[in-house]
């Protein structure tokens, strides 16, 4: 069982940058890969980022490249997204997910573990 917590949304202007955080507890948390997706209202939850259980790999959706960069930090059981030049199209609820086996997968089904989400809105 994984527990997660997410935390650092906001609002900000176009061109600004959020560094959102989740808190992850739980016995497997370290050996499972996790990633973050968002929801925009209206829309289905979007794959955004991954990371493998070591860090070692990374992966982004098209939309994201370049602006956002997804980390991890095993020993403080966090991943982080660094989001940078946010456009009003970033708006969204932003979900950590885990899944516990270490390599990253884009679909929603592949998660076993979801946080509470955290809302990050830009405007323009």
């Known amino acids: 069982q994984v527990q997660l917590v997410e935390s650092g949304g906001g609002l900000v202007q176009a061109g600004g940058s959020l560094r959102l955080s989740c808190a992850a507890s739980g016995r497997t948390s370290s050996s499972a890969a996790m990633g973050w997706f968002r929801q925009a209202p209206g829309k289905e939850r979007e794959f955004v980022a991954g990371?493998?259980?070591?860090?070692?790999?990374?992966y982004y959706a098209e939309s994201v490249k370049g602006r956002f960069t997804i980390s991890r930090d095993n020993a403080k059981n966090t991943v982080h997204l660094q989001m940078a030049s946010l456009k009003p199209e970033d708006t969204a609820v932003y979900y950590c997910?885990?899944?516990?086996?270490?390599?990253?997968?884009?679909?929603?089904?592949?998660?076993?573990?979801w946080g509470q989400g955290t809302q990050v809105t830009v405007s323009s």
């Open positions: 990371i493998s259980s070591s860090g070692g790999s990374t």
């Open positions: 997910g885990a899944r516990p086996v270490p390599w990253v997968r884009g679909g929603i089904a592949d998660y076993d573990y």
